[in-house]
């Protein structure tokens, strides 16, 4: 074999050894899906133009398969969510109540599920999605196709390693937010609490 074949020999054995170990789009959103609940807490910042600090708001989330997310808002005021399949329902003195569904912030919500929950073919309906990194530590990029989502966001960044870290929201208008995701684990079993809020 001539070194000219040998060299393009070599090349090929790397691209294959490279194409084998890539992380792939697919392969991030079967690592995503594996856990069946992850409990954690969050922090969001909310940076607008206006003010000078980014509004801050904590709390902690439950993200179940086949039932949705449970997202509770603690400080600056106490406030439930429930983000599912059906849509998007607040808790109040009487109960859970389901939301318009075609508010800016219901798209958020939605999208939120999506990624925490590794929905890339959900994801790719409405954004170009650019993936880097290994399954310890990634980032996806999302710009979107549609339209309407062209007019909220300029583009999506998200991060993460077995589990999402952080997603952040950059906006036409020049305002964005940064969610973070801590202590996140996937060792605890819904609560029976848990379970009746999904339930409702």
């Given at each position: ?60 989330f ?38 318009p ?79 973070r ?5 996937s ?14």
């Amino acid at each position: 074999m001539t070194p000219f074949f040998k060299c393009l020999s070599a090349l090929a054995l790397l691209g294959l050894a490279s194409m084998a170990n890539a992380f792939d789009l697919q392969q991030l959103s079967d690592q995503l899906a594996k856990p069946d609940v992850i409990h954690g807490n969050f922090i969001q910042e909310k940076h607008l133009r206006a003010l000078p600090k980014p509004l801050t708001s904590k709390g902690t989330f439950v993200l179940a398969k086949n039932h949705g997310l449970l997202w509770r808002l603690k400080t600056p005021l106490q406030q439930d969510y429930r983000i599912s399949d059906k849509g998007i329902a607040r808790r109040d003195v009487n109960g859970w109540q389901m939301l318009p569904s075609k508010s800016a912030g219901a798209e958020q919500n939605r999208l939120f599920l999506a990624v925490l929950q590794g929905d890339s073919s959900g994801l790719q309906r409405d954004f170009e999605l650019s993936l880097s990194g290994d399954a310890q530590t990634w980032r996806l990029t999302l710009i979107p196709r549609s339209m309407l989502l062209k007019q909220v966001f300029t583009q999506i960044n998200i991060a993460g390693g077995e589990l999402v870290h952080s997603i952040e929201l950059l906006e036409t208008q020049g305002d964005s937010t940064l969610l973070r995701m801590q202590d996140s684990t996937s060792a605890q079993p819904l609560s029976d609490a848990e379970q009746h809020d999904f339930a409702e």
